[in-house]
């Protein structure tokens, strides 16, 4: 079962534009981590944000995070053609279980 | 440093035969993963092991699909037989510590059963 929904199903923008993907998810957790995959790929990590923390930052990835909400967003600025992927929130939750989401399929135009 | 090494990355079989993956995690990494992907979807945990213990196996089918790590190194998942709905993508994870943080990913056993 999945723990985590990515909001939208699919994104499909120009480069040079910010993109937003939303998760929410339904129980406590410990903390909540977004992965990237390349079409027949494995998964690539790109940020953890514990559930003590609010925002966090890496190079041109903005993820935050509202507990109260049970949800995060993870914000890509200035997108490129190379950050065409699926992303995945993926939440951490009592007894170490990594649960994921369905995922975004992010497509960045030329 | 190497990756997660699985093997192999595509496998074309009949319904009810049996096939085996296997899963090289990076090496000094005690705890281990095999989660299934569907297409279009997110992957779901199979099994976790912590070094040789099956920790996690809750969602394993055990009816079918078996899986062992000899040693607390590699790993191998089995399904025998395999059924239709089984055709999906095999991932194994590792990662240092089983507080989690971040998840290293092999690139995947893609399994088609006709």
């Known amino acids: 079962s999945q723990q985590g929904e990515e909001d939208p199903q699919a994104l499909s923008i120009q480069e040079g534009e910010n993109a937003t993907m939303n998760c929410s998810y339904k129980t406590s957790i410990n903390n909540l981590q977004w992965y990237r995959q390349n079409s027949g790929r494995g998964l690539v990590h790109l940020i953890l944000?514990?559930?003590?923390?609010r925002e966090k930052h890496s190079g041109r990835l903005r993820v935050t995070l509202d507990t109260s909400k049970k949800s995060s967003s993870l914000l890509i600025t200035a997108s490129r053609a190379a950050d065409t992927a699926s992303y995945f929130c993926a939440t951490e939750t009592s007894g170490s279980r990594l649960t994921f989401g369905e995922g975004t399929q992010l497509t960045v135009n030329p | 440093e190497a990756g997660v090494v699985q093997s192999p990355r595509y496998k074309i079989i009949e319904k009810k035969q049996p096939v085996a993956f296997w899963c090289n995690p990076i090496s000094g990494h005690n705890t281990l993963y095999w989660y299934l992907q569907n297409l279009g979807q997110g992957p779901e945990l199979l099994i976790r092991?912590?070094?040789?213990?099956?920790?996690?196996d809750s969602q394993l089918p055990k009816d079918r699909f078996s899986a062992e790590r000899l040693k607390g190194v590699d790993s191998t998942l089995k399904i025998q037989p395999a059924e239709l709905g089984d055709s999906a993508v095999y991932l194994c994870?590792?990662?240092?510590?089983?507080?989690?943080?971040?998840?290293?990913f092999g690139e995947g056993s893609r399994l088609t059963v006709l």
């Open positions: 944000i514990r559930s003590n923390e």
């Open positions: 092991y912590e070094n040789e213990e099956a920790v996690d």
């Open positions: 994870a590792s990662s240092s510590s089983r507080f989690t943080g971040e998840l290293f």
